[in-house]
């Protein structure tokens, strides 16, 4: 049995919603820069230390693994979050941020949470169970590149993959590529339908193992960034793509053709 419930992750993610909130300003927002030059709020360290405080009540047996701070017992149980997602938006006062949540068993995601506090629009998914925001069934769309699908992408200086290169591939073939510099945003647009898929250089597993169960369950196909399965291993992950199956193949072709 499962160490926790969806229904767990939900009111954890009520919590961090209404955190994220407290600390939101429109601007001149107090922040430190990380070694990895993305910025750190008062909000990600309390929210990473309230998930593992609640979680840590619920059960022993479970590992806990966020981007800030970590609690681990080497259990096949796994918890995966990321306090602000979007924290550079959040930090720029603007509304476009998620808090993230997963749980894993023996490495293969199989419930997620992404909620935006800002709309109050709670995704979520459990293995064998749907997708759902707010009690809506989500199903992804059947875009293909006849109907000019819209893609979403985040990227960094320095990131790897060759993104640009690859945006720049698809935008020729007549893609339209959208950066919200939020990965669970974008995802949750892949599971809703408004996005026909995302493609994400990032490597660390707490950025992608929520989305993945949510657009999975929505009808979604997931794959690593060359479309490979997606192994959650230890350290890191070989980025991903989301997508509505539809346009999978082509996004793998455009990473392979910019790699």
Known sequence: MAPVTLENLHEIALLAGGIMKTYFTHF????????DTTPL?????????????????????????GEEANDRTDSPWQIMTDPVDGTFPYTWGMPVATFMLGLMYERKPVMGVVYDPFTDRMYS????????????????????????????????????????????????????LVNFCSIGYIEAAVATGEFAGTIFPGKSHHD????????????????????????????????????NGYLHDLLVDAVLACN
């Open 125 to 176: 998914a459990e293995t064998g169970k749907g997708a759902w925001m707010n009690g809506t069934h989500l199903k992804v769309s059947s875009a293909t590149l006849a109907d000019r699908p819209v893609v979403g992408f985040v990227s960094w200086p320095g990131c790897p993959y060759n993104i640009l290169r690859v945006c720049q591939y698809l935008e020729e073939r007549g893609v339209t």
């Open 208 to 243: 992608t193992a929520p989305g993945h169960i949510i657009v999975e369950m929505a009808g979604g196909k997931v794959t690593d960034i060359f479309g490979k399965p997606l192994h959650y291993r230890d350290g890191k992950i070989d980025g991903h793509i989301m997508s």
């Open 28 to 35: 001149g927002m107090e922040r430190i820069v990380k070694s």
């Open 41 to 65: 709020t008062k909000a990600d360290t309390e929210i990473n230390q309230m998930v593992i405080d609640h979680i840590r009540a619920l059960s022993d047996e479970v590992d806990i693994i």
